[in-house]
T-cell receptor, first 113, second 113 residues
Framework: NAGVMQNPRHLVRRRGQEARLRCSPM?????VYWYRQLPEEGLKFMVY????????ESGMPKERFSAEFPKEGPSILRIQQVVRGDSAAYFC???????????FGPGTRLTVL | DQQVKQNSPSLSVQEGRISILNCDYT??????FLWYKKYPAEGPTFLIS?????DKNEDGRFTVFLNKSAKHLSLHIVPSQPGDSAVYFC????????????FGKGTRLHILP
């Protein structure tokens, strides 16, 4: 029973490029959460999605960031025109329902040059 | 405004002794609390949780205590083992709501030989 999978594990982008981070939740999990961890900081909530719906995006910057969780395939966190301040570890978590513990993936470490 | 606070960035404990990690919260609407453990280059893993209807939950070497009046919880690890060296995140949420988990900044625990 595979856990939450994220790819790539490491992503390097130059300023102005696009970053696409993928998350495959655990089997049977229909709730996906994205968190960002900046250096020396805790995890900050970004967005919560269920299949084909964004439930809460209150933690996501209004510009350049978007997320989706299509009916088929992984959840995608997309960052357009990346800047150095976007460099961080991005973690995805999944759960079978909103009231359950969340299980985290290994994260994608984004470095913007 | 940080709703979940872990005021000790790091803690060193002798192997075999008790480790006590502390956490304070400000939002009285939180009714479910979690502890996650994180190793470098890995995602957080769920450790133990407690509902606000309880004041103690025990799982093997790990015990979480909740003091609702003080809005304080603590994680006790006894006896501490070398593999316990990690970053521990305190987190809180409102159960039965489509709400994200709010994380503290973490405490880095070093178990000394």
């Amino acid at each position: 029973n595979a856990g939450v999978m994220q790819n790539p594990r490491h992503l390097v982008r130059r300023r102005g490029q696009e970053a696409r981070l993928r998350c495959s939740p655990m089997k049977g999990h229909s709730h996906v959460y994205w968190y960002r961890q900046l250096p020396e900081e805790g995890l900050k909530f970004m967005v919560y999605l269920q299949k084909e719906n964004i439930i809460d995006e209150s933690g996501m910057p209004k510009e350049r960031f978007s997320a989706e969780f299509p009916k088929e395939g992984p959840s995608i966190l997309r960052i357009q025109q990346v800047v150095r301040g976007d460099s961080a570890a991005y973690f995805c978590a999944s759960s079978p329902g909103a009231a359950n513990e969340q299980f985290f993936g290994p994260g994608t470490r984004l470095t913007v040059l | 405004d940080q709703q979940v606070k872990q005021n000790s960035p790091s803690l060193s404990v002798q192997e075999g002794r008790i480790s006590i990690l502390n956490c304070d919260y400000t939002n009285s609407m939180f009714d479910y609390f979690l502890w996650y453990k994180k190793y470098p280059a890995e995602g957080p893993t769920f450790l133990i949780s407690i509902s606000s209807i309880k004041d103690k939950n025990e799982d093997g070497r790990f015990t979480v205590f909740l003091n609702k009046s003080a809005k304080h919880l603590s994680l006790h690890i006894v006896p501490s083992q070398p593999g316990d060296s990690a970053v521990y995140f305190c987190a809180a949420r409102r159960m039965n709501r489509d709400d994200k988990i709010i994380f503290g900044k973490g405490t880095r625990l070093h178990i000394l030989p």
